[in-house]
């Protein structure tokens, strides 16, 4: 399968949502100027256009993805002559602004462990792996919902090594690619920044076994009650970042 360009479809950019090594994001409006429907979505702006194989893989790899828990990818499309991502917008906070403004208790650290534990699995069972599993890859919507972002890119053998180094597993310096128990790992670390503890001096857990083979997942599941306490604090969050503006 290889994405067409879509040409029937007119993008207003509105809002700056983040920059990454490959692109920046931005909030717009999808117009199809076929049916006339219109669609908040985000846009995923590659800063070179001469990377386009690499992002028509990234795409194929984000499309098998049936996932609750990751965000989905609509289209493939030129933004200004540029190939861009067209994805879901989510209406949330990232998690790392989420331990910026808040002090989570453990049954809410729990709720969110098992929501990208759940993520994780979907992409395992697509065939891929996140590969740079942070907080800052993560999302929370008004929910509770978690979103899971930004895995497509490290399942492509480039050599290059895309990883936030203070999630990443050990065996991603020493030439080994990225696969789920490297995710496994980046979640026990995700475990000790949610309850701010040292990452430098913590026990090992089933998560952060150093032999991945050891590595397993957690008998946990989202609860309801707590995935609403979750979105209550993502709403407030963003009400009060609504007021400063």
Not at 131 to 156: T, V
Request: hydrophobic share 40%; proline share 3%.
């Amino acid at each position: 399968f290889r994405p067409m360009w879509t040409r029937q479809v007119r993008l207003l950019i509105q809002d700056k949502l983040g920059e990454g090594q490959q692109g920046t994001v931005f909030k717009a409006l999808r117009r199809d100027s076929l049916t006339g429907l219109r669609q908040v979505v985000a846009v995923k702006i590659l800063h070179s256009k001469t990377a386009v194989d690499l992002w028509q893989k990234e795409f194929e790899s984000l499309n098998r993805v049936r996932s609750a828990y990751c965000v989905q990818v609509l289209s493939f499309e030129r933004v200004r002559g540029v190939p861009a991502l067209i994805l879901e917008f989510v209406d949330g906070v990232s998690l790392s602004r989420l331990v910026e403004c808040a002090e989570l208790e453990e049954t809410l650290v729990s709720e969110i462990l098992a929501q990208v534990q759940s993520g994780l699995e979907d992409l395992r069972s697509a065939g891929l792996f996140h590969g740079d599993l942070s907080p800052r890859n993560i999302l929370i919507d008004r929910s509770g919902g978690i979103r899971l972002l930004d895995f497509g890119l490290a399942n492509q053998a480039s050599g290059l090594l895309r990883v936030t180094p203070e999630f990443a597993a050990p065996e991603c310096f020493h030439g080994h690619g990225g696969n789920y128990q490297a995710d496994l790992f980046s979640l026990g670390r995700i475990e000790q920044f949610l309850q701010r503890a040292d990452l430098s001096n913590c026990p090992l857990n089933n998560y952060l076994h150093f032999e991945p083979s050891k590595r397993t997942r957690r008998p946990i599941k989202s609860h309801v009650l707590y995935r609403e306490k979750l979105g209550q604090l993502i709403r407030q969050i963003q009400t009060r970042e609504n007021r400063l503006r």
